[in-house]
């Protein structure tokens, strides 16, 4: 039943950016900040001069990419940091996208790792199952399930195998929603992880 209601919460928060074109989910991960639900910026960033997606993560020294993984979905990315050193997944949370680590990214390239945090499955436009514009008692077993914890599991070590190589190891750090996620991840499959890290969600079993 848990497991039910996170995969119904997950398909029901992925409509905040619907279908909409890249340029308008681009302009959502800025003006999201509004809702008081991001850190501050760092700062030594002076973002009042600086209106667009692409100008702020070049602020933070953020790159963009993309990564398609063996289920067909194709999954947006931001990354800093040399490509050399360790390595650091960071899942976001519930509403924001990947940009919510931008401050986090920027002190881990300048302490040497190499970190990546993905736009989640439902998040990336090209990412999204179907269903996910569906409500109430039209909802699906189905699209249930393209939210569910195993496979949404599956996307975290498919974005590290993707990045990295398969069966590679990486720090996980997760906040919110992403964390839910990667407490499943570290309970069903520890030997992938050096480390990992959680905000705001406790252990499962943490009534």
């Known amino acids: 039943m848990i497991r039910a209601l996170y995969a119904l919460t997950f398909l029901a928060i992925t409509s905040i950016a619907t279908s ?7 302009t959502f991960k800025i003006s999201y900040q509004g809702l008081g639900c991001c850190p501050s910026d760092a700062p030594d960033v002076n973002m009042s001069a600086i209106t667009t997606y692409e100008g702020r993560i070049a602020a933070f020294g953020l790159t963009k990419g993309e990564m398609t993984l063996p289920n067909g979905y194709t999954y947006d990315y931001l990354a800093a940091g040399p490509p050399s050193g360790p390595k ?7 509403p924001s996208p990947s940009y919510m680590w931008r401050n986090q ?21 090209r990412a999204r199952p179907a269903g996910y514009d569906v409500y109430g ?19 975290v070590l498919g974005f590290a195998d993707h990045l990295w190589g398969a069966g590679s190891k990486f720090h ?6 992403g964390a839910v996620v990667g407490w499943h991840v570290t309970l069903n499959h520890p030997g992938r992880l050096h480390s990992f890290a959680c905000l705001a969600v406790p252990h499962p079993q943490v009534g």
């Open 20 to 26: 909409a074109p890249q340029d308008t989910c681009d």
């Open 88 to 94: 650091v997944l960071l899942l976001h949370g519930f």
């Open 105 to 125: 990214m920027k002190a881990l390239a300048s302490a040497g790792y190499r970190a990546v945090a993905p736009d989640q499955r439902g998040y990336s436009p």
């Open 137 to 155: 008692d039209s909802v699906t077993a189905e699209m249930l399930d393209a939210y569910s914890q195993n496979k949404l599991t599956e996307d």
């Open 172 to 177: 996980l750090l997760t906040h919110d929603w």
